[in-house]
């Protein structure tokens, strides 16, 4: 998702207040965002949480 839309996961995490190392925790399946940070990554991305559960 975060690819699709050329975004960096540095950029992406500096966006939603987050560190970088958290994010790619995520990415890789190391970790999930809770629900605050979920929220946040949604409306970052613009999209819809089908989307990101695909």
Do not use: D, F, H
Request: hydrophobic share 35%; glycine share 10%; with cysteine.
């Amino acid at each position: 998702m975060r690819e699709n839309r050329n975004i960096s996961q540095r950029k992406l995490a500096a966006r939603m207040g987050v560190n970088a190392s958290y994010l790619s925790k995520w990415e890789g399946g190391r970790s999930a965002p809770n629900g605050v940070n979920m929220v946040r990554l949604l409306q970052v991305l613009g999209c819809e949480l089908e989307e990101v559960t695909e």
